[in-house]
């Protein structure tokens, strides 16, 4: 029999590997042969299914299924491929196989209904926000949240029966309906309401305090203190109060919670993070056998990563920590791909000040010198460093509050201090501004307590947003010695 090959038609579409889209070319052949029709290309068991979705699609809508030999190939053929978003740009290579339509400049991505719905998954909104593409064509369904991210022509559809007659029609981006201040010409985006609200917390005006300077650089904070005390109470509100976000930063958290199957909703509210101290190592920092997946650090990337009773962690989820915190990005590497992300996170983290937990309360401590040294050892100096904010909450009877909308305010002013940025990301050849009286104060407190640079450089990034919380950019001596009332001791004498 003599064998036909027809031109080979070729649509744009895309994967994601990892949390990285990756373009992928929809190839089809067709040849005059006996009738069949496959996949080929590394492609996941999803895309092998889309053999029936797509037939049944066409069928189901008066579309002529060519009886001829299909081969579509995902190309590059050694990528591993995964979702049913491959459905519509197959379905458009065999509907358009033999008229003079290109659609080489849209990535096409959908799934297909049998009876030829086009809809939305989890993986367009992270793929498009990737790539960031000059047209699209995607499920109506995906255009509301697509239009969110500027520079993108969004031609949607809703059904297959659309492309009868091809005829795209673009949608308009959609803008953010959320208040915002704008610093050097960027708008950043904030909630006004507080669903946790600081005045619930009676007393404990320091730790409030420490959190104001935590929230406003986005400084690490440490709470230690007795059961009931309030410290979870004050980190969870702590999320409340956190600077404003830039519409990249929100884009990319709403990628990351799609990834993760969650419904996006571009509020700009920095991600909380609470994992159980029984997490494992790869759930905190992500692993796997057969790919390298994100974890909890990853998905609290620009947010708040909690630890609650922080000693009871594994000892090799504590010691990991270090890097991250220190460098704000991880690297997982596996055999056959490897995966880098960022982990520009408030880390918080709270614990008891002994096993019991009644050491600092007006209740009988129960436990040894020994018990409770082996208790806070499991928290090495290193990771203890990298805290640049600690507090040791102890019971009061003060009745005063303050809201989060005032502690707010004041987080918006460090903000625009900074310039949108944070102290807590400042370089460490950063020059700080510091008067002579407070140089003198930490020039002392080097020698007393052979503090090392790096405690030097956290002990001036604190005072710089204290300062900065109080409309200057220069540290005077009252801004250093509050610094040094927030910082870890250890074993030194008190200053």
Not at 43 to 56: D, F, M, N, P, T
Not at 146 to 158: D, R
Not at 219 to 227: A, D, K, T, V, W
Not at 331 to 359: H, Q, W
Request: glycine share 6%.
């Amino acid at each position: 029999m003599e064998k036909i090959t027809q031109k080979t038609k070729k649509i744009n579409s895309a994967t994601l590997d990892g949390f990285i889209a990756k373009n992928v070319e929809v190839e089809s052949s067709f040849t005059r042969a006996l009738p069949g029709f496959s996949i080929v290309g590394l492609g996941s068991q999803s895309i092998q299914e889309s053999k029936e979705r797509v037939k049944s699609a066409l069928l189901n809508n008066d579309f002529e299924f060519p009886p001829l030999k299909i081969v579509i190939n995902l190309s590059p053929s050694d990528l591993k491929k995964e979702g049913s978003h491959f459905d519509l740009p197959i379905a458009l290579s065999i509907l358009f196989h033999n008229k003079d339509i290109s659609l080489d400049e849209y990535l096409v991505l959908g799934e297909l209904g049998l009876d030829g719905r086009i809809k939305d998954t989890n993986s367009i909104f992270p793929i498009i926000l990737s790539l960031k593409p000059k047209k699209v064509i995607i499920p109506f369904e995906s255009a509301k949240k697509v239009s969110k991210i500027p520079g993108i022509e969004i031609y949607p559809f809703s059904h297959l029966s659309e492309f009868n007659e091809f005829n795209p029609q673009k949608i308009e981006n959609d803008e953010f309906n959320y208040d915002y201040i704008k610093i050097e010409g960027k708008k950043y985006y904030y909630k006004s309401d507080f669903e946790l609200d600081f005045k619930d917390v009676i007393g404990q005006a320091q730790a409030k305090e420490a959190a104001l300077i935590s929230a406003a650089g986005f400084h690490n904070i440490l709470f230690e203190g007795s059961p009931g005390v309030g410290k979870s109470m004050i980190i969870n509100r702590l999320r409340y109060i956190l600077p404003p976000m830039s519409l990249e930063e929100i884009l990319e958290v709403e990628k990351l919670k799609a990834i993760e199957g969650k419904e996006v909703d571009f509020s700009p509210q920095r991600p909380y993070r609470s994992p159980h101290y029984s997490s494992t190592k790869a759930a905190i920092f992500g692993g796997g056998s057969r790919g390298a997946k994100i974890g909890e650090i990853a998905f609290a990337n620009k947010g708040i990563l909690f630890f609650d009773e922080f000693p009871h962690f594994q000892k090799d989820v504590l010691e990991n920590l270090r890097l991250p915190l220190q460098d704000k990005k991880m690297l997982i590497s596996r055999v056959n791909n490897k995966v880098e992300y960022e982990t520009d996170i408030l880390f918080a983290a709270a614990m008891n000040p002994c096993p019991c937990g009644n050491l600092l309360s007006s209740k009988e401590c129960r436990c040894t010198d020994l018990e409770i040294r082996r208790y806070k050892n499991r928290i090495s100096e290193p990771l203890y460093d990298r805290i640049e904010i600690y507090h040791q909450m102890l019971e009061d009877d003060d009745t005063s509050t303050v809201s989060s909308k005032e502690m707010f305010e004041k987080v918006l002013i460090a903000f625009e201090m900074q310039k949108g940025k944070f102290n807590s990301n400042l370089s460490e050849n950063y020059e700080f501004s510091i008067e002579k009286s407070a140089r003198d104060i930490l020039l002392k407190a080097i020698r007393n307590f052979s503090l090392s640079k790096r405690s030097e450089f956290n002990i001036l990034k604190v005072a710089k947003t204290v300062a900065n919380l109080n409309k200057r950019d220069k540290i005077n001596k009252e801004d250093l010695l509050k610094s040094f009332k927030y910082r870890r001791r250890g074993n030194e004498a008190g200053f």
